[in-house]
């Protein structure tokens, strides 16, 4: 898939051939690169209703989207540092920071630009829903003062828990996705 994450797909029983299709049973397990561990959950029974109206259909199940959630995760992509060039995009700084939380206010009385660290702490669930999916990240995220001899000052650090849903749509031949933060 990418230098992170791998895709192992092999037939799950022979391909049934018929006048107007064949049906072709296949099983994927996204694993980090190079590393064929299998995730700590187990795949459960998947099953997709007769449709014959199509060319082609595509299922992905539950268990497909975990597996890749896991080796993402085990490969460390859901460790993210947003550094000064793009904190200074967003025009964040002590200084705003100060303003929301007073201890902040009182360590830093210059403004200095912020680097933000923010570090999945359990693999992050992925489930389906009628409409949509459903994405559940426990996290952390560490606030640091960048000096201006370059050096980082802890701030402070805070626990997140996030529930989104994404929805996808096509709009003019496109794949579109809405996102929408639950809690």
Known sequence: IDHLAQVDYSLNSFPAV??????????????????????????????????????????????????????YYTAGAFNITIAEETCSYFNISTEIFGSIIPEVAKYSVTPYPVMLKLMATEIPIISLEQDSFMVEIQASMEAFAVLPDSTTQSLFTMNIAANTSIALNIFDQKLMGSLCLNR
Not at 22 to 49: E, H, M, Q
């Open 18 to 71: 018929f006048q107007r299709f064949i049906d072709l049973d296949l099983k994927g397990i996204v694993y980090p690169a190079g590393n064929y561990s299998g995730p700590p959950f187990v795949a459960p029974p998947f099953t997709i209703p007769d449709q014959s109206d199509s060319m082609l259909y595509l299922a992905f199940s539950e268990y497909f989207f975990q597996s890749s959630s896991f080796a």
